[in-house]
Nanobody, 122 residues
Framework: QVQLMESGGGSAQAGGSLTLSCAASGITYSRYCMGWFRQIPGNARERIATRFSPTGNTFYADSVRGRFVINQANSKTTLFLQMNNLTPQDAAMYYC???????????????WGQGTQVTVSS
């Protein structure tokens, strides 16, 4: 059974940083795509950063490229999202996701964490 557990959300001021963590179990990280989506109430869930382990291909949404970095622990069981230079537009519920491939469509990602809230004050 695949389980994903996010942590590290919270509050930050604009220009600040936060690091999210996703602890994975029941999944062989090296075979799958893992990454991060975020959702604002009333909006669709948006893919912001993913990494396809078999090839190392990394995706960043335009809105976060250059500010956010996705990486994994050496143990390969924990995924991180380092978020720098935060803006109020980054405030959202952040979800860790995994699946056989990396997609924009969240319906194509079979495994999800419960989400962690990020708030950013101006």
């Amino acid at each position: 059974q695949v389980q994903l557990m996010e942590s590290g959300g919270g509050s930050a001021q604009a220009g600040g940083s936060l690091t999210l963590s996703c602890a994975a179990s029941g999944i062989t990280y090296s075979r799958y795509c893992m990454g991060w989506f975020r959702q604002i109430p009333g909006n669709a869930r948006e893919r912001i950063a993913t990494r396809f382990s078999p090839t190392g291909n990394t995706f960043y949404a335009d809105s976060v490229r250059g500010r956010f970095v996705i990486n994994q622990a050496n143990s390969k069981t924990t995924l991180f999202l380092q978020m720098n230079n935060l803006t109020p537009q980054d405030a959202a519920m952040y979800y860790c996701a995994a699946g056989p491939g990396c997609y924009n469509d969240p319906l194509k990602m079979p495994w999800w964490g419960q989400g962690t809230q990020v708030t950013v004050s101006s």
